[in-house]
């Protein structure tokens, strides 16, 4: 019984007698909300949304391209929930359109894209062609949509004179529903057409929700709430339901429940400890979620652990504004790999022109997207102040490759790959040889004005080792001995070396070498080999480093 994986369309799904989670209690939570005209709920790609408002669409609508939806409902918990909902089942006009497919590299070819996509959506209502509510002039700009060559005023206006055609038809208020409306803008963002892909969304959204008498709800997904670029602006009754609102909490995402159901008729319960530990840990409002995604093809896959999720994309939002990250933010990525806390600012009304790397709108964008999650929300005045960390492991696994990219952007693949190298092996000559040609022509990537030496130091080198997690176990201010080492090195296979690293900031570059025996020194004295030893591991590196600047010195003990 293994999970759909692919299929958004609810009705299709239903007419294969594919297997899914039941989410049919989102339509309950809809009609509950009644007073909220236009509703924004923001979620991670590839959490259910647009099979979701597929469901919602099939719910409303009496037919969904020539597919009699009457009976597809009987089986689900919204018909449990009873005839106060079920009453709407079929009974509305429905304006459905998804541009989770409209992201291309220009804006000509995206201009032609939503141009195909209104042609499509038009397509879906062509009784109107025929109808004796609409004039002559009202079917000729139909038309012109249709066939794909309305102009740039009329493309706009799309949604909004579809709406009033349908209404004037049916004398039914039609409903609207978006699905990945940022979608566009996002590929405008990262393709340098931003401020012509926001011209073009705010007419096709603004004219269509803006003051409209013609609708009677509309709904909308995505994975950001771009407020700041007034896609919205003047709409008086809008309610965006982001991952710290508690309302849909369990609608978008699989619960635990339902997981163990899931795992129970596959066979596969007795994985469920480390399935969580891989995929589940979003909070969602006071829900915690699993990845939809990525439990339906571990179950497909027979309970093989891989990041599934992580691989259905190339990241690249999330790569490109990590990687413009200042220096404060590369540093707290040391919490990040230790599995540790951020404390942050949450601006729930980011904008794509905010993403330059600095501040918390890293963190924002990092937690909307599914990449952290909040373990812990609290206003602080009109922001809110979020405990931010990865979920789980699947996730945990991106910011190593990130930050592993970070080093081998400025070092050098080669030089990269060697200097690691002669850690692991205890050739401290070639790696402080290595690690002091990069400071000496690469540390100004890592701006370090205005932090604390120690904590930048610890941070940068944690950063450079992280890739030495597939072969080693790496830690970070624990107890061993008789105090708290900075950094833990230790092999997975025990017959290798294990290594302890000590920082220093020196105070005058003549006391360099001086502050590298004394880290050496409190090695020593404080017996941080003993959680290596305990180990049984027989071969230990120790390590003094000390900093003044851009300059480094070592003082090793093997």
Known sequence: MSLIIGQDNFGEAVRQQLNFIDKSLFIKEIF????????????PRRFGKTFNMSMLHHFLAAEVNGLKTKDMFEDLKIAQAGERYMKHQGQY??????FKNVKHSNYASTYDSMAKLMSQTYSEHLELLSSQKLNHHQKEIFLSVVEERATQVSLQSSLFDLTHALYLHYGVKPWILIDEYDTPIQAGYLDNYYKEIIELM???????LKGNANIHRAVIT????????????????VQVFSVLNT????????????????????NLHHLSTNIK???NGYHIGNAQMYNPWSIANCIYKKGTLQPYWLNTSDNTLIKQTMAHADALLKIECEKILEGKPVEALVDENITFADLNGSGDKLWTLLLFSGYLTSTRTELAGFEKKCMLQPPNKEIGLLYSHVISAWFKESLGQQNYHYLLKSLITGDVEEFLEILQKFFSESLSYFDVKGTAPEKFYHGFVMGLIVSLSGTHHIQSNKESGRGRYDVLIIPKDLTQLGIIIEF????KNIDLQAAADEALEQINQRGYATELAQKHIKKILKMGLAFYGKEVALASQS
Not at 32 to 43: E, G, L, P, Q, T
Not at 93 to 98: A, M, R, T, Y
Request: glycine residues 8%.
């Open 32 to 43: 509950d909300n009644k007073d909220i005209a236009v509703s924004v709920i923001v979620r």
């Open 277 to 279: 530990a891989w995929y």
């Open 222 to 237: 995505g994975i950001l709430r771009i407020a700041k670029e007034n896609l919205f602006s003047g709409l008086n009754n």
């Open 202 to 208: 705010r007419g096709l959204l603004g004219s269509v």
């Open 247 to 266: 309302e849909y909490s369990e609608q978008f995402g699989f619960t635990e429940p339902e997981v163990d159901e899931a795992l129970q008729k596959n």
């Open 504 to 507: 220093k900031v020196a105070k």
């Open 93 to 98: 006009p429905v304006v459905f359109i998804s």
